[in-house]
């Protein structure tokens, strides 16, 4: 398994046919994860496509995960925490700034998602609403009301997705207090055939 | 004030300062509405985003919508409806193929945008999430589904936007039978001082 350290990011390629294993291993920290068409980065996944077919912003098992051309880019195959978010942007100093009023603020999933990804030139107005991994947000469906409340997930829990087209995947250990109880962790993650 | 016939779409500039008035002329019905930096095209409109720093799905009065790059777009400021939809996708030949099971679809509200922004070099694939204005979209906060349901917007119900950049606009009449109480009918707007 590879580790990502806490606060930090990284990039690779999930060939189509091939499954991504991402794991929190110590518990209640969240992942960040996109991903783009290889072979035409112009494509993206689109949480609004994959929300509206899906009929439900709670992704879990069974789910298929669309891009903004509306093509299927991953399925979910398992899922030992069933609650995730895919509704908020990834943390970014702007997030620190506005919500948090850090007057130094760190870069957040976003910056480590555009460092990660500047290698296959992805450009930071490229970088779309995340599948934000063992994210805890509540929405009040009478108020609309969000709330960010500690994920779910206890250490070892874990998802598999599939890929079913070559993709480049960017993908995260969040930097956000909120999302992650006020304790940064690592995630890892693996392919297996 | 001008008119959106049923079913199709329009752009236009919006200028820092003016506000944008959009009517719904005849009652239960849906307009999407997206936006760009009108200087610097990759800046756009950010559902992500700005239901983040709202800290609310459901976007009213009051409240600042924001681009990708945490930039202030446009305020809402006067909302006789108070119920719009910011989390699905403008409808397209794929909505109706994939949801709608239509052999011969319509090209939606996507096909009708990218027509009216391909004069301004906005491709396809720039169209993100549209806030919806008038759609009335319910989310269980147990279960995450999302139900699309008849707008809760009356004849001469409007909303009032004011630009906080010069702006690119792109707006619709929507196409899809069940955001608009499966009767198409026309949407109204006018620019103000």
Redesign the interface.
């Given at each position: 398994m590879k580790i990502i350290n806490p606060r930090s990011g990284t990039s690779f390629i999930l060939s189509k046919g091939k499954k991504l294993k991402i794991t929190d291993i110590e518990g209640e920290q969240v992942a960040d994860l996109l991903c783009y068409n290889l072979n035409d980065k112009?494509?993206y996944l689109?949480?609004?496509?994959t929300?509206?077919?899906a009929?439900?912003?709670?992704l879990t098992e069974g789910h298929p995960f669309y891009s903004?051309?509306?093509n299927v880019m991953f399925t979910m195959i398992e899922d030992t925490v069933k609650r995730h978010d895919f509704?908020?942007?990834p943390c970014?100093s702007?997030?620190f700034r506005?919500?948090y009023g850090h007057e130094h603020p760190h870069q957040g999933c976003f910056g480590n998602l555009c460092n990660a990804l500047q290698e296959y030139n992805i450009?930071p107005?490229e970088?779309?609403?995340t599948f934000n991994v063992f994210m805890h947000v509540?929405?009040?469906?009478e108020?609309?009301?969000?709330?960010v409340l500690p994920p779910k997930s206890k250490a070892g829990d874990y998802i598999i997705i599939e890929a079913k087209m070559d993709l480049l995947v960017g993908l995260t250990a969040c930097s956000a207090e909120m999302s992650n109880n006020y304790s940064f962790k690592p995630i890892g993650y693996e392919i297996l055939d």
């Amino acid at each position: 398994m590879k580790i990502i350290n806490p606060r930090s990011g990284t990039s690779f390629i999930l060939s189509k046919g091939k499954k991504l294993k991402i794991t929190d291993i110590e518990g209640e920290q969240v992942a960040d994860l996109l991903c783009y068409n290889l072979n035409d980065k112009k494509e993206y996944l689109s949480s609004g496509r994959t929300i509206d077919y899906a009929e439900t912003i709670f992704l879990t098992e069974g789910h298929p995960f669309y891009s903004n051309r509306s093509n299927v880019m991953f399925t979910m195959i398992e899922d030992t925490v069933k609650r995730h978010d895919f509704l908020l942007t990834p943390c970014s100093s702007d997030t620190f700034r506005i919500i948090y009023g850090h007057e130094h603020p760190h870069q957040g999933c976003f910056g480590n998602l555009c460092n990660a990804l500047q290698e296959y030139n992805i450009t930071p107005d490229e970088i779309p609403t995340t599948f934000n991994v063992f994210m805890h947000v509540t929405v009040n469906g009478e108020t609309g009301k969000v709330d960010v409340l500690p994920p779910k997930s206890k250490a070892g829990d874990y998802i598999i997705i599939e890929a079913k087209m070559d993709l480049l995947v960017g993908l995260t250990a969040c930097s956000a207090e909120m999302s992650n109880n006020y304790s940064f962790k690592p995630i890892g993650y693996e392919i297996l055939d």
